[in-house]
Structures are given as structure tokens and as C-alpha cells.
């Protein structure tokens, strides 16, 4: 993944999102479900149902960044959010561990992780 720095915004949505949505979809769910600025310069991270996708996106000033990634096996281990809230704050080195395949509640690697 692109390196990110350690004073970047994170927001993960905790509800399951239609990942066949692109720039505006996206735009709209960050809009609409989370309450936020797409354009602040924040990164939002999304997955699927079956949470073996993720898919972000980002505003780097210039305009929108969208990238995916699709694990071969296993899936990861999504945060749950609380009470009503649809959005998890999220510090940069925990999205990293999580795209790295481990379990955030546990501290371990998911049994499917290799490197």
C-alpha cells in the first residue's frame, strides 16, 4: 500500500458498503452515511459484506483517489462501531495492521496471512 503519514485522518465505515461504487458513490456514503467532508483531506476506508475487499478513498488536493484491494483468501477483521455511530476513528498504524492482516481485538495474524 502508499505510505501514510502518521497525522492522516482515518475513518472506517463500520456498516458493509456496495463496493461497485466508484468516485461519486463513495463521495455520497462519506456525504450522506458518515457525516463528513470528502474534500477535508481525510482518508475513508470501506469493505464489503463478506469483508474480503476494501476499497478507500482520498482527497490528496488535487483530486480523488480511489484504491482497492481484494485478498485471495480469508478476510479481515472489521472493527465494530459503536452505538449508533456508522464511523470509526481510526489511527494510521492501525489501518496498517489491519491491511496487513492482523486481528486489531486479538493482536495476532489472521490464520490465512503469509508473507
Keep these: 500500500m502508499f505510505g501514510l503519514s502518521n497525522s492522516i485522518r482515518v475513518y472506517l ?7 461497485r461504487k466508484s ?3 463513495l463521495h455520497g456514503v462519506v ?4 457525516n463528513e467532508d ?3 483531506g481525510a482518508l475513508y ?3 464489503n459484506r463478506r469483508r474480503n475487499r476494501i476499497k478507500t478513498l482520498y ?3 488535487t483530486g480523488m483517489w480511489v484504491a482497492i484491494k481484494r485478498l485471495e483468501k480469508g478476510c ?3 472493527p465494530k462501531g459503536v452505538a449508533a455511530n456508522e464511523k470509526l476513528d481510526l489511527a494510521p ?3 496498517a495492521l489491519l491491511l496487513d492482516g492482523v486481528d486489531l481485538k486479538q493482536g495476532s495474524f489472521k490464520p490465512w496471512y503469509q508473507r
Design 13 to 19: 465505515a463500520v456498516e458493509p458498503v456496495d463496493l
Design 23 to 25: 468516485f461519486n458513490g
Design 31 to 34: 456525504l450522506d452515511r458518515l
Design 38 to 40: 470528502p474534500c477535508s
Design 45 to 47: 476506508v470501506f469493505t
Design 59 to 61: 482527497w490528496d488536493g
Design 76 to 78: 479481515f477483521s472489521w
Design 93 to 95: 498504524e492501525a489501518l
